[in-house]
Nanobody
Framework: QVQLVESGGGLVQPGGSLRLSCAAS????????MGWYRQAPGEQRELVAA???????NYADSVKGRFTISRDNAKNTVYLQMNSLKPEDTAVYYC??????????WGQGTQVTVSS
């Protein structure tokens, strides 16, 4: 099992920025596809952004041009830089590790609230 620990959430005003971090345990991090998901109250969990082991990325249409996912394999860490935040970005953000075996590991989540 891969342990994932998210950090960096909080309260920010509309138009502001936050950077989320997710630190992973173990030695296989560089092989995983890493993703950020979010879940707002009463909504299903949705993919926000993902990055493969080769560095290819994909984003939800709602965050394209505002969010950037990146990874540092030396630090076993994946990041989500969030700019131009909107109230509709308010959600619990979860880090995901998708292993070669097909198994998924999840972090505990970090709250992001965008409000004036």
């Amino acid at each position: 099992q891969v342990q994932l620990v998210e950090s960096g959430g909080g309260l920010v005003q509309p138009g502001g920025s936050l950077r989320l971090s997710c630190a992973a345990s173990g030695s296989g991090f560089r092989l995983y596809t890493m993703g950020w998901y979010r879940q707002a109250p009463g909504e299903q969990r949705e993919l926000v952004a993902a990055i493969t082991r080769s560095g290819s990325t994909n984003y939800a249409d709602s965050v394209k041009g505002r969010f950037t996912i990146s990874r540092d394999n030396a630090k076993n860490t994946v990041y989500l830089q969030m700019n131009s935040l909107k109230p509709e970005d308010t959600a619990v953000y979860y880090c995901n590790a998708h292993r070669l075996s097909g198994y998924d590991d999840w972090g505990q989540g970090t709250q992001v609230t965008v409000s004036s």
